[in-house]
Every structure is written in structure tokens, then in C-alpha cells.
């Protein structure tokens, strides 16, 4: 992917959460059913890292389920971590860019047991990218540390599915990004306000691929499975372990 392509893919993700940060936030005030049967059997020690907190939903769950481990938050945007401290207080959180390369220079430690990325990996664009964060992420894990995370399959809806757009929407061709690069709009409903539409780029991953990365970036995959929406595969989850 060329980088003037990449930076434009950025830029929409970045656009997209500061324009809609709080409208979005408001959707996602429960974590995923995935994400709280995990939380359920994770070990409960250690420090934990969680990618892309947001606006701190699985932060807030961490301090109600009365986990003994440590949980820190990691977000790019302001507003989101404005309502994950407000959510969680007492939680350590750090603004910080996965797409920045020195984005480990921002974390108060440079070891952590577990390292969480629920609904993050999908908006990552490139595959180089990808690597090169994923391989970052094992840096700061021991031999045998877990890396969990979900990714978007949207293709499973319908209703999501009619909310592709052309490339051409932004400006781009269809051989300008990769297989599996989607333009999707996000509608913005909020009591007494008009609807506002948002763009978002989402890459769609198969299990092959991400067993790939795992297998590149010094992982190897230990568990898989979907969850969430309203027909239970709206996400895609998996347990990485370091090898």
C-alpha cells in the first residue's frame, strides 16, 4: 500500500472519532458478550494492557468484576479517554497512536503479562502496519504471554453489508488498497439531533489470515471464536499465545 494511501485511511478513522467520538461512545456502554466471557477466565494476575480502550466500557467491568490484576488503558483519542476516566477512575490510561512507530515510548512499562485488542486490529490499515504493530505488541510480552483480541465480521449482516460505499466515495480506486479494505458510513442518532453520517475504514480479516500474522509476528494461535450481534458472529475472537 502506498503511503500517501495509508495516511488517508488514517485520516478518515482519526476524522471519524473526533467528529463522532461522544455519539459513538454512547453505543458502546456494555462490553461484548465476547469480551465478558473472556474477562470471566482470564487469569486474574498479573498487569494487563488494553489496546484501543476507548471510552473505557471494559476498564469499568475490570474494577465491577473486583480483579486482583492490574489493567491499563490505551487509546489515540481525546474524547474517548475522556469518558474512560470518567468511567473507570482510578485507571491508568495513556494517549497514545498504535500507528505512531513510538507509541512504546508512551507506556509506563515496557512488560506486561496480557495484552488486550478488542475491535482494533481491523482498523489498522496495510499489512505491513499490521506487522509491524503486532510485532511490537510481542516485544512487551514473556514467552507464553497472551495477546487477545476480536476483530469485525461484518459480512455476517445484512444491514452492515448494505453500508459499504465505493472507494471512489474518497477519492480512491479499488487498486489502491488491499483485499479485504472496506469503506463503511456509520450513522450518528442521537436524541433531538439530526443524523449524522460518518465514514469509517474497516479491514476484513479470515482466519487464515490472522493465522498468518500470529505465526509472523512470534504468536501462535491458542483459541477461536464468535460472539456478539444479534446472530452471535459479529465477532471474531482469538487467544494468541507467545511463543
Known sequence: MREEVLQQLLAINARFYEEFGTSFAATRRRIQPGMRELLARLPDEGCWLDLGCGSGALAAAWQAAGRKSEYAGLDFSTSLLAEARAAAPGISFVQADLCDPDWLDRLPRKAYDGILAFAVLHHLPGADLRLRILRQVRSLLPTGGMFV?????????????????????????????????????????????????GLRYVHLFSRAGLGVLAEQSGFTVRETFESDGATGNLGLYQVWQAV
Open 149 to 197: 483480541h476480536s476483530v469485525w465480521q461484518f459480512q455476517h449482516s445484512p444491514r452492515l453489508l448494505m453500508r459499504t460505499l465505493p472507494w471512489e466515495t474518497v477519492g480512491l480506486a479499488e487498486g489502491d488498497v488491499e483485499p479485504g479494505d472496506t469503506l463503511l458510513d456509520w450513522r450518528s442518532v442521537l436524541p433531538d439531533q439530526p443524523t449524522r453520517v
